[in-house]
């Protein structure tokens, strides 16, 4: 067999393994859209394990306020992976956007906090109507609560928790959409008398400012809460599917680590998230903190992700139900628990 001929086999013999060739090395470059909460963390201790450029990623991280926001991104192609809630990504994918959820992160990740203001009525035996109730009898105002836009996680979390969970009359709160920043700069500034916040916000807020009291977690405001997952574009995963399968093996490792171990986690974390200026014994606070469950199993969170569907429906936030066929591409953890 001359080199010509060796050549053509090795390339034909290529073509048929899993992924286009797992003897491939070469670097593929991945824009990563993520928004700044702990249950991102998996895919940041994938990065500084340095299991993504195993995988053969090359990655640039873009934060984003929300879910909602990065779904423009996206529509328009300049982001391959998506890092955030997973209600925007049904309606995504009605709208023609090819994007394939491959992993959860983080569940639970959603709870209501108070601020002093507001905390003082949530006293022992106080249901949270009458607390919310009695906070506008006293100041002839609602109760401001922040959450990100309509169509998020957190938004339809809240107003679950409000309506469903903890009978609210609609008069006594209000609901304040803006940024995951600004949500935490708010509840801080007393700006607002109550949010829902992840951590680190949780974490970061109650050890500013111990007044700020967590009053309903994650199993509270929505049962079986689905949170962070990671999507990924069809156009990437067609063309790069061994990249897609080391990033999810990277993950699960990565949840190993940082449930086990958070103390090695919390460095990698903390560089993504808290940018060198949160101190890192926060961080590591964050990471063992009851708002913060990761996991990475993607099959755990379809059925809860359609109860919340059903409740963007009822809420009118979402149209109708949308079918989940082909959101969910679960071989990617199947094979990364067997390896």
Do not use: C
Not at 37 to 50: D, H, K
Not at 235 to 256: I, R, T, W, Y
Request: net charge positive; charged share 15%; proline share 7%.
């Amino acid at each position: 067999m001359d080199r010509r001929q060796f050549l053509l086999v090795g390339s034909s013999l290529a073509a048929t393994l899993p992924f286009g060739g797992a003897f491939a090395q070469e670097t593929v470059p991945a824009r990563i859209g993520y928004i700044p909460i702990i249950g991102t963390a998996p895919i940041f201790v994938a990065n500084g394990e340095g299991w993504l450029k195993q995988a053969g990623i090359t990655p640039t991280f873009t934060v984003f306020e929300s879910g909602p926001n990065m779904i423009q991104a996206l529509a328009s192609g300049t982001i391959d992976f998506y890092v955030a809630g997973v209600a925007p990504l049904a309606v995504a994918r009605s709208r023609g956007v090819d994007i394939r959820v491959v992993a959860s992160t983080a569940t639970g990740e959603n709870v209501f906090v108070a601020a002093p203001a507001l905390a003082k009525f949530f006293t022992t035996g106080t249901s949270a109507a009458a607390a919310f109730k009695a906070h506008k009898a006293t100041t002839g105002k609602p109760a401001r609560l922040a959450t990100q836009p309509a169509g998020s996680v957190p938004n339809t979390v809240l107003q679950y928790w409000l309506w469903e969970v903890a009978k609210a009359d609609k008069g006594d709160v209000e609901i304040v959409p803006m940024g995951i920043d600004a949500t935490q700069q708010a509840v801080l500034a007393g700006a607002v008398e109550g949010a829902i916040v992840r951590e680190p916000a949780l974490t970061i807020v109650q050890t500013r400012n111990p007044g700020i009291k967590l009053i309903a977690g994650g199993e509270d405001v929505f049962p079986g809460q689905p949170g962070t997952v990671v999507a990924v574009s069809g156009a990437f995963a067609a063309k790069n599917g061994a990249a897609v399968q080391g990033l999810v093996s990277g993950l699960v490792k990565a949840a190993d680590i940082l449930i086990k171990t958070p103390a090695k986690a919390a460095p990698h974390v903390g560089a993504a998230l808290g940018k060198g200026i949160v101190d890192p014994a926060l961080i590591e606070k964050a990471l063992v903190s009851p708002a913060t469950r990761f996991e990475i199993d993607p099959r755990k969170i379809i059925e809860p992700a359609r109860a919340m569907q059903a409740y963007q429906v009822k809420l009118g936030s979402l149209e109708k139900e949308l079918p989940f066929d082909g959101l969910f591409e679960t071989q990617y953890y199947e094979r990364a628990i067997k390896g």
